[in-house]
């Protein structure tokens, strides 16, 4: 093993193999800070430009891509409110209070940090574990996967927000979001009042910009619109008040680091598992940090470890997503079924037979991804300063820019039009929810995993006939229903504790 990844690593470290890796990890962090565009679509974009390379070479230049995709996500979400990518939808809800403090350079740097903590240890367990934990992903059935996805959609719903009811009805709303379209058994149609728009289901993106994003906007256009003319900001965020505001300490470092290391373990198991992948990372890794926080309180108005536990998960499934494909030829989500195409194009099949038979281009995976963090790291110290200075411009100018960048990239998705009107009247949506009371984050995720559920439980009910004892019928079932009725049982205990407090008279004495 040592041989190989010595000559993995002189592969990566040649000179036009290194200019190729920063160009390929600038391009994600572009490309992915950018809303509504993502990594997935910068490496479709670029593997034309792969024809004319050797397999390594391009290998090097899409991994670059890959890993800085999913980090780009968290810049605009930290500055702006505003997730370059689903990944990062997370990363919004303590990265945006953060800048709104003043620390906005604080935020970006331990999402750097997590992030590449989070993917060199996936890494790491990519080298040394692909394949025993890729057979982990060989004792996962229907019935698996259906109790996986619930126990996450419990998880989320039920700690987000003041009131776990409000949380789970967000939940619900989610699948139910994910059902609008063809029937993916019957092939009906549902839902879609006979709209052809409908029948093809809602685009996720604009939903969740509809649902998360836009609100923000509108409630900072709110408070503006409250706010005496003297005493509104010419900068969306204001400056940080002393040096500490822009950088991380190395006391604040280590008492992440346990949240980092739980969010990249986190995202290897999501990762491995093929068909879930960064965004249900992020969202669990953030539950799991506020449960075990002694500062529950903190979390969502502007929390270290709430960035540090979003970054380290979604950036932690970039090495777990290649075990299912190396060891499988199964892409682990859709970033790494794009890059599946480019090892078709170059005659490689995935599978057992790829350690025997292509050994070095295993190698240069392993050494590639672990050079691309340490290029993003170096990369991203040096720029970060530039991409601050996005929070100095007038709000009169971060508002609509922010608007029309929602707008021209959930449009250039798909050049429809129609996204565009659906993310607006989810914005108008989400504000209500807002005003309500009602999270936002467990309705994202359950429409992302709405599809994933419904599959998993219609596929159980077949081959059980109808039988719901196939949810019982396997250790690990038993493991995720123990789970969920822990997180249930302990969210109605600590919330009981909390009235309990005395309730002081605020009226007139």
Not at 78 to 105: E, N
Not at 280 to 305: D, I, M, R, T, W
Not at 377 to 397: C, H, T, Y
Request: hydrophobic letters at 50%; aromatic letters at 10%.
């Amino acid at each position: 093993m040592l041989e190989g990844l010595l000559s993995g690593f002189g592969n990566v470290f040649t000179i036009d193999h290194l200019l190729l890796l920063f160009g390929g990890v600038m391009v994600g962090v572009i490309v992915g800070c950018i809303p509504g565009l993502n990594g997935l679509m910068a490496i479709t974009l670029c593997i034309p430009l792969t024809y004319v390379m050797d397999l390594n070479t391009a290998l090097i230049f899409l991994l670059g891509i890959y890993n800085g995709g999913i980090y780009g996500g968290s810049i605009s979400a930290i500055l702006l409110g505003t997730p370059g990518a689903a990944c990062a939808t997370c990363t919004v809800l303590d990265g945006f209070p953060m800048a709104l403090k003043g620390q906005s350079g604080k935020a970006l740097k331990m999402a750097l940090f997590a992030s590449v903590q989070g993917c060199i240890t996936s890494c790491l367990v990519l080298i040394f574990f692909a394949r025993p934990v890729s057979r982990l992903a060989l004792y996962f059935g229907p019935d698996e996967y259906t109790l996986l996805v619930l126990m996450a959609l419990t998880m989320v719903g039920a700690v987000a927000g003041e009131s776990m009811i409000k949380g789970l009805l967000a939940a619900v709303l989610g699948i139910w979001l994910s059902t609008i379209g063809m029937d993916p058994l019957a092939a009906i149609s549902r839902y879609s009042l006979g709209n052809t728009y409908l029948m093809n289901g809602l685009q996720r993106t604009a939903v969740f910009f509809g649902l998360l994003t836009m609100p923000m906007i509108l409630n900072q256009i709110e408070k503006i619109a409250h706010q005496k003319p003297g005493e509104q900001r010419t900068s969306l965020l204001p400056p940080p008040a002393s040096k500490a505001d822009t950088r991380v300490s190395f006391k604040e470092w280590l008492s992440a680091l346990p949240t980092m290391i739980r969010g990249s373990l986190i995202g290897v198991v999501f990762g491995a598992l093929p068909a879930l992948g960064a965004t249900p990372a992020a969202f669990f890794s953030y539950q799991v940090a506020s449960q075990h926080s002694k500062h529950k309180e903190q979390f969502g108005k502007g929390c270290l470890q709430g960035v540090a536990a979003s970054e380290s998960a979604n950036n932690g499934t970039v090495g777990a997503t290649f075990v299912p494909l190396l060891a499988f030829g199964i892409p682990g989500d859709s970033d790494t079924a794009m890059l599946l195409t480019a090892f078709m194009i170059k005659g490689i099949s995935m599978g057992p037979t790829l350690f025997t038979q292509h050994q070095d281009t295993v190698y240069t995976i392993y050494t590639a991804l672990i050079s691309s963090n340490l290029v993003l790291l170096v990369a991203m110290l040096l720029m970060l300063r530039f991409f601050n200075k996005i929070s100095k411009a007038p709000q009169s100018v971060i508002f609509p820019c922010v608007l029309m960048a929602c707008c021209i990239g959930i449009y250039a998705m798909r050049q429809n039009i129609t996204d565009v009107f659906v993310m607006i009247i989810f914005a108008v949506i989400g504000y209500v929810l807002k005003l309500m009371d009602f999270p936002s984050a467990p309705a994202i995720l359950g429409m992302l995993l709405g599809g994933t559920f419904e599959r998993s439980i219609r596929q159980s009910l077949l081959i059980s006939k109808n039988s719901l004892s196939i949810f019982f019928s396997s250790a690990i079932d038993w493991i995720f229903w123990a789970i969920i009725v822990v997180v249930i049982v302990s969210v109605i205990l600590s919330r009981r504790k909390k009235n309990v407090k005395p309730v002081v008279n605020t009226e007139g004495e």
